[in-house]
């Protein structure tokens, strides 16, 4: 089937920068939309940014400014690019895409392993 496999977290201090990848492999019909979601300890799971296959993008108001989400369809790898990083920013970073199956064309969410990020003060 489809996978995510992500790459790129770390140990960094605050103001720092870091730069995850996330690249798509196995059978598909095409990749739609993509998306980084981070998880802190002891909390819910939220939306960080996304990027549609034709580049439009969004970013969660606390990281709009410092993160740029970015995309190289040729290699079916999203990436995420965080600069000025704070505390507030340490969790699991998941990566997420919908995918479109081959034949019959069914619509797919799939979900990569994770990547931890921890910034220190």
């Known amino acids: 089937q489809v996978q995510l496999v992500e790459s790129g977290g770390g140990s960094v201090q605050a103001g720092g920068s870091l730069r995850l990848s996330c690249a798509a492999s196995g059978r598909f019909f095409e990749i739609n939309a993509m998306a980084w979601y981070r998880q802190a300890p002891g909390k819910q799971r939220e939306l960080v940014a996304t990027i549609t296959s034709g580049g439009s993008t969004n970013y969660a108001d606390s990281v709009k400014g410092r993160f740029t989400i970015s995309r190289d369809n040729t290699k079916n790898t999203v990436y995420l690019q965080m600069n000025s990083l704070k505390p507030e920013d340490t969790a699991v970073y998941y990566c997420?895409?919908?995918?479109?199956?081959?034949?019959?064309?069914?619509?797919?969410?799939?979900w990569g392993q994770g990547t931890l990020v921890t910034v220190s003060s």
């Open positions: 997420n895409a919908g995918v479109i199956s081959p034949y019959p064309y069914r619509y797919l969410e799939v």
